[in-house]
T-cell receptor, first 112, second 117 residues
């Protein structure tokens, strides 16, 4: 699976949009971009995923560049409860191997 | 949405004892489950893949005789930490994929915090 690079930490003001970047320059054509987050002392939570088109759900939006070498997770109106470590993961969900490899992620701190 | 539960949520045990952690998929069947370990301020590290009806697959460096995995049914996997020592103190998390077309998504349990005295 392709490797990802994320900033170690980011801050965001409550109510503002949080934009979390992820670089995945070695992504291959059949690999999806997945985002999970982990609130302190909890299990990770699925947020969103995409292949090449931008995606939006009730939690967030995912913007993937045309060359697919990077993506941005957008939390449109961050709240204090969005403070968590956000993991960007690239893997081939179409295969029989569902193993996820977690990097260090980005610690997003939402400030009042 | 899909829910994965773990039991217990926390456990404290004495060194040398064994501890069993359960992972259940509550509203879907999972032929495969995953066990992770997370030390403080570190990321999740995959320990093993639990396969229903067959032996678990362990990641490199994980002792299979120390971390016993049993996938007894399509909704239950157990991780037993045998002869636990203080260095085994960690946050143990399980996950299960819920296949659905091309939108395979992992659902994670809430985690079990193990403290070995």
């Amino acid at each position: 699976d392709a490797k990802t690079t994320q900033p170690t930490s980011m801050d965001c003001a409550e109510g503002r949009a949080a934009n979390l970047p992820c670089n995945h320059s070695t992504i291959s054509g059949n690999e999806y971009v997945y985002w999970y987050r982990q609130i302190h002392s909890q299990g990770p939570q699925y947020i969103i995923h995409g292949l090449k088109n931008n995606e939006t759900n009730e939690m967030a939006s995912l913007i993937i560049t045309e060359d697919r070498k990077s993506s941005t997770l957008i939390l449109p109106h961050a709240t204090l409860r969005d403070t968590a470590v956000y993991y960007c993961i690239v893997y081939n969900s179409g295969g029989s191997n569902y193993k996820l490899t977690f990097g260090k992620g980005t610690l997003l701190t939402v400030n009042p | 949405g899909a829910v994965v539960s773990q039991h217990p949520s926390w456990v404290i045990c004495k060194s040398g004892t064994s501890v069993k952690i359960e992972c259940r998929s509550l509203d879907f069947q999972a032929t495969t489950m995953f066990w992770y370990r997370q030390f403080p301020k570190q990321s999740l590290m995959l320990m093993a893949t639990s396969n229903e009806g067959s032996k678990a697959t362990y990641e490199q460096g994980v002792e299979k005789d120390k971390f016993l995995i049993n996938h007894a049914s399509l909704t239950l996997s157990t991780l037993t930490v045998t002869s636990a020592h203080p260095e085994d103190s960690s946050f143990y998390i399980c996950s299960a994929p819920r296949p659905g077309g091309r939108s395979d998504t992992q659902y994670f349990g809430p985690g079990t915090r193990l403290t070995v005295l």
